[in-house]
């Protein structure tokens, strides 16, 4: 199955026609302009001077048109003081423009005096852009409209937010103006805009009947006080679809106070950030009903889906749904709260009722508040299909639920809480690749950063762990074999019953239960070949340390290996080897294990004895050459370098670290496929994680969840293809003050290399991984022995062309030569919806392999066109001497990432 990320605007009609505006709303477009308002500054002044012929192009624009704030020559910047829309104008800030409002005080006085002050009042700056008592106006374009909310306001010492937590602070309240404010007006239309740093509530809809605000963005931090995305005030059909919103107060509140009913309101397809969440309330005294959020994302709000009154502002809220909602890094996913203030006072008892919650799935427990006012007025709600993982704090009092049909989960317990209804088994909606980046830059930004590249939607969409995993076969010539790895047994928690136990402690011999787990490796694959067993084998082990390496060579029956204990520290299988180890000492450590093994385990053991060093492949303590193994609960660690990791510190460990860089591999899958690992631990530090296919063109897939990985240098390398899901890749910073997580080879025809998705990028606070200078990764250049990418000034006469194997270059024969096959061997690396370090290089988090002028050097490619544009560079025609038809199209990413965020 294909996971879609959330509907585009093209799709959004057809949604509509079930939402509760009872307006028919379509995608809004600009109307014919009347005039266009060049910029005359590249920057913002304290007041500027543009708020005369701005309001003059608007008060002299026929109704139907638009008046344009359009660039100069190397101009972009208006700053203004107050603007007043008028009947049927639309203001349009053009892509590449911003529209400042003036950071001075008295521009918005009412008067007063006020504005810029604290008092009991509050009421005394007008906003920066007002539309009264008018109809069919609106503001539209690519442009940004800035309030300059952190700016230090024009003669005071303050900011207009520092203003307002002074306010806090004093029991009093700020005199600051809002951002756009629509007051008694008709069919007020937003689209496309960025509105930022709003000094108080970015757009406020008062007693409006009619407003489509779509695709816009608002961006404003979240510890600015007060700082309302969009707030509907008794007001009535409004649609808010397609917008991306974070700000340091509510993301929306729909509010209903002494000036009526606020009522059809549909909120589709958004993506909410930092913020207060999706709020009705706290005024609800002029009722609010009708009310439909459908398709909505929500990550690193505090509150998630909210209605909040009390007694002193309560009234009756009613007929509301709330369809499709993913939230992750929300503290309290569900909350409906009828003591908002608890110190409130009043007779305005607040009524929740018919309150629908249909599919909403939470990826974090957090809290789940649904409290009623008393007894005689509990809140009537529904779930169907509310799903909040983990172990969530349940807050619920006063309340009458209905469950089912879908899952329901946790099951509300609480004080007076009366359920109906019966909910079934299930995980609740896929939130998977629903939570979409905020889009960073705005039309006017400078390009994005080239050397972190962001997919886009439909790129993202491709990446879903059922599409990067259903494909088998030969690279090129791929076949779909569909496989879901979280249906698996190993994932579902399902008990599983052994066919042979590893236990340190017990008594062996009766060939079931063995002392180590080789040993009973060994039993498995040896029964299997004399009975001709295809059925898979389950070894449990038992807590301890295990020091021995594993073999698991290929087998018709797959083999599965688990721990008992969910804490997969307390089983581990660890061994001292690295690639520097001469095939001799390794025999005379290693051999005995392998003594009476099976003749296929022997052999595995016998590629490696006679070499003069094992090299990085045999420095592995875990080899997996058998189709289908699993592991759960259990660490695999290679313990060159490492001491004692358990129980030491990270300052300890460095202490005493060796010195020496040897790679040393804690696990690899060499040539097996869909091969799958649950709560497993991978330790090392140089090459800690192998994944290769151990044939060209073959195509192996492994998936890990719940995973740890960690290592400094190339941790997690090779050509297969993998997909980590909610597992920690941690950095380490003791041995070196570089690191490189992934070092992928995938080949340029490979559909898929390695794939992180809702992972944590982490570090050990080490000196060297404060430094902020790590690397997600460098693609391998895997077997060249020069490089068409540069010169080499070490070589005098230095050449690299492209041959039938490579040659390598050196100051006695400096023409080397470099095969298709490693060209080829490009390295692909997708994260996902993932959290990423301080230790990371904010501004190049990945490296070229090596550095210019080396022989070992490539420059990092982000995509098929990076590919495709060096090989050009370096004098390589990709057609005539590589045989390819074209230049790929679609652009395919190698290296990008999507709605990660930064620590």
């Not at 908002?340 to 789940?368: C, H, Q």
């Not at 006679?610 to 875990?622: E, F, L, N, Q, R």
């Not at 559909?751 to 404060?770: Q, R």
């Amino acid at each position: 199955m294909k996971h879609s990320l959330y509907l585009i605007a093209g799709m959004a009609v057809a949604n509509l026609a079930v939402a509760q505006d009872a307006r028919k709303v379509i995608e809004p477009k600009a109307p014919p302009v009347c005039a266009a308002v060049v910029a005359r500054a590249s920057a913002p002044a304290a007041r500027g001077d543009d708020a005369a012929r701005i309001q003059r192009a608007i008060d002299d624009c026929p109704a139907g048109k638009t008046v344009r704030l359009a660039p100069g020559v190397e101009k972009n910047a208006f700053t203004s003081g107050p603007l007043n829309l008028k009947s049927g104008v639309t203001l349009q800030v053009d892509g590449g423009v911003t529209l400042y409002a003036s950071t001075h005080p008295r521009d918005y006085d009412h008067g007063q005096k006020t504005c810029g002050t604290i008092d009991q009042s509050g009421k005394g700056c007008r906003p920066f852009i007002s539309a009264d008592r008018i109809e069919g106006s609106g503001i539209m374009g690519e442009g940004i409209i800035d309030g300059r909310g952190g700016q230090l306001m024009d003669g005071k010492t303050e900011t207009w937010w520092q203003l307002a937590r002074r306010a806090q602070k004093e029991r009093a309240k700020q005199n600051v103006p809002r951002l756009i404010e629509v007051n008694q007006s008709r069919e007020f239309t937003m689209h496309g805009v960025t509105l930022r740093n709003s000094p108080n509530f970015h757009v406020v809809l008062s007693q409006v009947d009619g407003a489509t605000i779509w695709g816009i963005k608002i961006d404003t931090p979240h510890d600015a006080r007060n700082t309302d995305g969009i707030d509907p005030i008794s007001s009535r059909n409004i649609t808010i679809a397609h917008s991306f919103i974070r700000t340091g107060d509510d993301n929306i509140a729909i509010k209903a106070g002494s000036k009526g009913r606020t009522e059809n309101i549909s909120v589709l397809n958004n993506h909410f950030y930092n913020g207060h969440g999706m709020s009705i309330g706290s005024e609800t005294d002029g009722g609010v009903r009708n009310v439909l959020v459908d398709n909505l994302s929500m990550d690193g709000a505090t509150s998630g889906l909210r209605i909040k009154s009390d007694v002193s502002r309560g009234g009756e809220v009613g007929d509301v749904r709330y369809r499709n909602v993913c939230l992750r890094n929300v503290r309290a996913p569900i909350e409906l709260n009828t003591r908002y203030d608890p110190k409130a006072t009043g007779n305005r008892i607040p009524l929740y009722r018919d309150i629908a919650f249909e599919g909403v799935r939470s990826l974090m427990p957090g809290r789940i508040i649904i409290s009623g006012y008393d007894a005689l007025h509990p809140i009537a709600a529904r779930l169907d299909n509310v799903v909040i993982d983990g172990n969530p704090v349940l807050q619920i009092a006063h309340a009458k639920l209905a469950l089912g049909p879908g899952p329901v989960s946790p099951v509300p317990t609480g004080e007076n809480v009366a359920l109906t209804g019966a909910s079934t088994a299930g995980e609740g909606i896929n939130c998977e690749l629903r939570f979409a980046p905020f889009p960073e830059r705005a039309a006017s930004d400078s390009n994005p950063n080239p050397h972190r590249p962001q997919l886009t939607t439909a790129q993202a969409e491709r990446y879903s762990y059922n599409e990067v995993l259903k494909y088998t076969g030969t690279i090129g010539r791929e076949t779909v074999d569909s496989w879901d790895p979280l249906k698996d047994t190993i994932a579902t928690g399902t008990d599983l019953k052994p066919d042979y136990i590893v236990d340190a402690s017990a008594k062996t011999g009766d060939r079931k239960t063995f002392a180590t787990a080789q040993a009973a490796i060994n039993q498995a694959i040896t029964d299997a070949a004399m009975t001709g067993r295809t059925a898979r084998q389950y070894i449990q082990i038992k807590p301890g340390t295990y020091r021995e390496l594993l073999y698991v060579p290929p087998s018709p029956a797959p083999i599965t290996l688990y721990g008992i204990e969910a804490d997969a520290a307390k089983t581990r299988i660890v061994a001292d080897l690295n690639a520097g180890t001469s095939g001799e000492t390794y025999a005379r450590n290693f051999g005995a294990q392998f003594k009476d093994a099976h003749p296929s385990i022997v052999a595995m053991f016998d590629s490696l004895k006679d070499k003069p060093t094992v090299s990085t492949p045999g420095s592995t303590i875990a080899w997996i050459r058998n189709a289908g193994f699993q592991a759960k609960n259990i660490t695999f660690e290679n313990a060159w370098n490492r001491g004692d990791t358990v129980t030491q510190t990270p300052a300890a460990i460095t202490t005493q670290l060796v010195q020496t860089f040897n790679q040393a591999v804690a696990l690899t899958v060499d040539g097996a496929d869909r091969v799958q690992f649950e709560n497993v631990r991978f330790l090392g530090f140089q090459d800690t994680l192998y994944l290769t296919a151990g044939t060209p063109g073959k195509l192996i897939r492994s998936f890990f969840h719940h995973s740890y990985i960690e290592g400094d240098t190339d941790f997690i390398f090779g050509d297969g293809t993998a997909y980590f899901l909610k597992s920690e890749i941690k950095s380490r910073g003791a041995l070196k003050n570089y690191s490189y997580i992934a070092a992928p080879s995938t080949h340029v025809d490979a559909k898929f290399g390695f794939v992180f998705n809702e992972c944590k990028f982490t570090h050990d606070s080490t000196p060297n991984a404060l430094a902020g200078k790590f690397h997600l990764g460098r693609q391998w250049f895997r077997g060249q022995r020069c490089t068409p990418y540069g010169a080499v000034p070490s070589i005098p006469g230095y050449s690299c062309s492209l041959g039938a194997s490579d040659v390598q270059a050196s100051v006695e024969s400096p023409a080397g030569s470099i095969s298709k096959g490693v060209i080829e061997t490009v390295g692909k690396v997708i994260i996902l919806n993932s959290v990423i370090g301080p230790h990371i290089d904010r501004n190049r988090p990945w490296h070229d392999w090596n550095f210019p002028g080396a022989r070992q050097f490539r420059p990092a490619q982000y995509s098929s066109d990076d590919f495709w544009n060096n090989l050009t560079k370096a004098g390589i025609d990709p057609v005539r001497q590589l045989g390819y038809a074209a230049r790929k199209m679609p652009v395919e990413p190698f290296l990008g990432e999507f709605n990660t965020r930064d620590e």
